[in-house]
């Protein structure tokens, strides 16, 4: 095992070329919480056992936390607003009319919902609003997957008879077909 001394002064003079080695993998702001992590991660691993060339240790330590972190789902779409010229979609609606008639459909999901058994709300939600697979609400509600399909099946035949008598009670020939493809 390295004595803590002998680590910290190798971490100390390998420092600047673990961020060396980084800087082109992450942004700047993240190179010295990789530069900190690798020291922590190569000190825990040289408790367990001892470690032979600790600087080469350290570098591909660091280079697969950078990775990892490059990788990870949070950073993929942690983007600055500043970052686009223009808004991905247009924020504001080109009608007062379009806007109502969007409102509106979302009040009659929501009622439509409402209306729903508990288990099938449960289900239809996840799936429908949530974006949850079939196996992941089983899971999560503890139920079988095919209980869930059952559900998700019963809610989507509920909720769409229940908006298409309301577009028709309220005049609307355009019945709201977007909540079968979500």
């Known amino acids: 095992m390295a004595r803590n001394s002998t680590l910290t002064t190798l971490f100390l003079s390998t420092k600047r ?13 993240d190179i010295d ?11 825990e ?3 367990k056992q001892e470690i032979k060339y600790v600087r080469s240790y350290m570098l591909k330590t660091a280079k697969n936390l950078a990775l990892n972190h ?3 789902w949070d950073n993929k779409y942690n ?18 009319e379009d ?8 009040l009659f999901f929501c009622r439509a919902t ?22 992941e609400i089983a899971s999560y509600l503890d139920l079988s997957e095919s209980t869930v399909e059952k559900h998700i099946a019963k809610g989507l035949l509920k909720s769409t008879k229940y908006i ?9 020939v355009s019945v709201n077909k977007n909540i079968a493809s979500k």
């Open 17 to 29: 070329n673990i961020g060396r080695l980084i800087r082109h993998i992450v942004k700047t702001d």
């Open 33 to 43: 919480d990789i530069v900190q992590e690798t020291f922590i991660k190569t000190y």
């Open 45 to 47: 691993a040289d408790l």
């Open 70 to 72: 490059v990788a990870r």
């Open 79 to 96: 983007d600055s607003l500043e970052d686009f010229a223009q808004p991905p979609v247009q924020l504001t609606s080109r009608k007062i």
């Open 99 to 106: 806007d109502y008639e969007s409102k509106e459909q979302f």
């Open 114 to 135: 409402d209306q729903l058994s508990g288990s099938v709300r449960k289900c239809f939600i996840l799936k429908k609003v949530y974006g949850l697979s079939q196996k």
């Open 164 to 172: 298409k008598r309301m577009n028709l009670d309220h005049g609307d």
